[in-house]
């Protein structure tokens, strides 16, 4: 089943000359990275019965362990298994590591693949695969972003399934991938198909005591004298003879900037402080927990996709053990930080999006690039591992309790349903109503598939 899908900014103007046009940059506001995406009219795409309207994505940027979160190998050896031991869950014979006690208990709502596989090793090559569901033409480390990557999947589901009602489509919160020291992942937004494909990231710290998101710190003067502009500006629109594309992308980005600064839901969504203490600490007060909690904020809005990234910590990007990434003291590092704030932030999310009936319309994955080496290394670290890691889901109405796949006796490899990028893409578009097979058309008016070498996993959209 394939549709056509009109590529929407051949030869667009830059987003920061057509917010400039747009007349938000005399005012002194710069949206920056949030610059809206250019809406699209008039696009087809082959929508199936979705059984999820939005979804939120947890990438856990640095690799987390297997052995440590959902596949514990007890029987191993010491300087595989590690020094923590297994927890049964409330499903019976599926057991996850001790330093998932709150996720245990809520086993039965989460669907588990045990045999995730990239066969990379690096983390932007292998990041990018999982990210976008294609593979990329290099494996190895520090492969620039570039102009010619594949969108990612929150790109594609922004741009394909964009929001009901609001200007915010897929949002990427609260930073964006990079690997040491600064240097961009591939495959995290639009890719060849341009600005208008971009999901919006909002850099922000939602831990702080107040939320600002870089670009969006506008004054109150400012919106009501943008306001009083949007009339002048859309009074000289009319004047136009014809209907240049430029022209058109300019009114569509100023419509989505007045949107999102003046006083609508998904700004109401961005004022964190909204929410109870009570609410706020149940996620964590860590920035990664508040992510979370703004994501959930987010989807209820209309956001039609939401990726947290994990976000570093000060210092990180010149670390050697940034983010999950424990090639020292790995046992440490997931027993004091990692491990209790990613427990704690996804249980609360689970929890609260049941609880606002919002669980069975709502896909969760949880992710990250790859796994960690079987063995431990002298330094007490794991390294990179992208044979084999796992990758939980909810929500959506899939089957609560189910491990998909499984690894061998040392979490080496997989042995049991190997399950590839392409795959988990194909499944996540099926379960938001987007057909696989969809046709879009890159900027040559080329037909490309939205997924190749992959198929949804008919455990989950069965």
Same mark, same amino acid.
């Not at 006083?263 to 979370?292: M, N």
């Not at 044979?387 to 109405?397: D, K, Y």
């Not at 037909?447 to 996993?457: D, F, I, Q, R, S």
């Given at each position: 089943?394939?549709?056509?899908?009109?590529?929407?900014?051949?030869?667009?103007?830059?987003?920061?000359?057509?917010?400039?046009?747009?007349?938000?940059?005399?005012?002194?506001?710069?949206?920056?990275?949030?610059?809206?995406?250019?809406?699209?009219?008039?696009?087809?795409?082959?929508?199936?019965?979705?059984?999820?309207?939005?979804?939120?994505?947890?990438?856990?940027?640095?690799?987390?362990?297997?052995?440590?979160?959902?596949?514990?190998?007890?029987?191993?050896?010491?300087?595989?298994?590690?020094?923590?031991?297994?927890?049964?869950?409330?499903?019976?014979?599926?057991?996850?590591?001790?330093?998932?006690?709150?996720?245990?208990?809520?086993?039965?709502?989460?669907?588990?693949?045990?045999?995730?596989?990239?066969?990379?090793?690096?983390?932007?090559?292998?990041?990018?695969?999982?990210?976008?569901?294609?593979?990329?033409?290099?494996?190895?480390?520090?492969?620039?972003?570039?102009?010619?990557?594949?969108?990612?999947?929150?790109?594609?589901?922004?741009?394909?399934?964009?929001?009901?009602?609001?200007?915010?489509?897929?949002?990427?919160?609260?930073?964006?991938?990079?690997?040491?020291?600064?240097?961009?992942?591939?495959?995290?937004?639009?890719?060849?198909?341009?600005?208008?494909?971009?999901?919006?990231? +909002?850099?922000? %710290?939602?831990?702080?005591?107040? =939320?600002?998101? /870089?670009? &969006?710190? @506008?004054?109150?003067?400012?919106?009501? $004298?943008?306001?009083?502009?949007?009339?002048?500006?859309?009074?000289?629109?009319?004047?136009?003879?014809?209907?240049?594309?430029?022209?058109?992308?300019?009114?569509?980005?100023?419509?989505?900037?007045?949107?999102?600064?003046?006083?609508?839901?998904?700004?109401?969504?961005?004022?964190?402080?909204?929410?109870?203490?009570?609410?706020?600490?149940?996620?964590?007060?860590?920035?990664?927990?508040?992510?979370?909690?703004?994501?959930?904020?987010?989807?209820?809005?209309?956001?039609?996709?939401?990726?947290?990234?994990?976000?570093?910590?000060?210092?990180?990007?010149?670390?050697?053990?940034?983010?999950?990434?424990?090639?020292?003291?790995?046992?440490?590092?997931?027993?004091?930080?990692?491990?209790?704030?990613?427990?704690?932030?996804?249980?609360? +999310?689970?929890? %609260?999006?049941?609880?606002?009936? =919002?669980?069975? /319309?709502? &896909?969760? @994955?949880?992710?990250?690039?790859?796994? $960690?080496?079987?063995?431990?290394?002298?330094?007490?670290?794991?390294?990179?591992?992208?044979?084999?890691?796992?990758?939980?889901?909810?929500?959506?109405?899939?089957?609560?309790?189910?491990?998909?796949?499984?690894?061998?006796?040392?979490?080496?490899?997989?042995?049991?349903?190997?399950?590839?990028?392409?795959?988990?893409?194909?499944?996540?578009?099926?379960?938001?109503?987007?057909?696989?097979?969809?046709?879009?058309?890159?900027?040559?008016?080329?037909?490309?598939?939205?997924?190749?070498?992959?198929?949804?996993?008919?455990?989950?959209?069965?």
């Amino acid at each position: 089943m394939a549709g056509r899908f009109p590529h929407p900014c051949r030869g667009p103007a830059p987003r920061r000359e057509l917010l400039r046009i747009g007349g938000l940059g005399a005012l002194g506001v710069t949206l920056g990275d949030l610059a809206p995406r250019l809406r699209r009219a008039g696009a087809a795409v082959p929508l199936g019965q979705p059984r999820a309207r939005n979804c939120i994505v947890l990438f856990l940027a640095g690799g987390p362990p297997q052995h440590e979160t959902f596949d514990p190998k007890p029987a191993a050896p010491v300087e595989i298994r590690g020094p923590f031991l297994p927890v049964s869950t409330s499903v019976p014979g599926t057991a996850f590591c001790e330093l998932l006690p709150r996720l245990a208990r809520r086993a039965d709502r989460l669907c588990v693949i045990r045999s995730m596989t990239t066969g990379i090793h690096s983390h932007s090559t292998s990041g990018c695969f999982m990210l976008t569901g294609h593979e990329p033409t290099s494996v190895a480390e520090n492969v620039p972003a570039s102009a010619a990557d594949w969108p990612s999947i929150a790109a594609a589901v922004g741009a394909l399934r964009p929001a009901d009602d609001g200007p915010l489509d897929a949002v990427v919160i609260p930073e964006g991938l990079v690997n040491n020291p600064a240097i961009p992942w591939p495959g995290q937004n639009g890719g060849f198909m341009g600005a208008a494909w971009h999901p919006h990231l +909002l850099r922000c %710290d939602p831990s702080a005591a107040r =939320l600002e998101i /870089d670009g &969006l710190s @506008v004054p109150a003067e400012a919106v009501r $004298r943008l306001g009083a502009r949007r009339g002048l500006l859309e009074s000289l629109d009319g004047l136009a003879i014809g209907g240049s594309q430029g022209l058109l992308e300019a009114q569509r980005v100023r419509h989505e900037a007045f949107e999102l600064l003046g006083a609508g839901a998904t700004r109401r969504a961005l004022e964190i402080e909204r929410e109870t203490e009570a609410t706020r600490d149940r996620y964590g007060r860590t920035k990664f927990g508040q992510s979370v909690l703004l994501a959930r904020r987010l989807v209820e809005a209309g956001v039609r996709l939401v990726q947290v990234n994990y976000p570093r910590e000060p210092g990180d990007t010149t670390s050697n053990n940034p983010l999950w990434d424990t090639h020292v003291d790995n046992a440490g590092r997931l027993e004091r930080v990692l491990c209790p704030t990613f427990d704690t932030a996804l249980a609360a +999310l689970l929890d %609260d999006l049941a609880e606002r009936g =919002l669980l069975d /319309d709502t &896909l969760v @994955v949880a992710m990250g690039e790859f796994g $960690r080496t079987p063995r431990i290394n002298p330094s007490g670290g794991r390294d990179h591992w992208g044979s084999v890691f796992s990758v939980a889901l909810a929500g959506a109405g899939l089957p609560g309790g189910a491990v998909i796949g499984a690894s061998d006796a040392h979490g080496a490899q997989p042995t049991l349903r190997p399950v590839r990028p392409p795959d988990l893409a194909a499944t996540i578009f099926q379960l938001l109503g987007i057909a696989p097979a969809t046709e879009f058309r890159d900027g040559l008016g080329r037909p490309l598939a939205l997924v190749t070498g992959g198929e949804p996993l008919a455990e989950l959209v069965g």
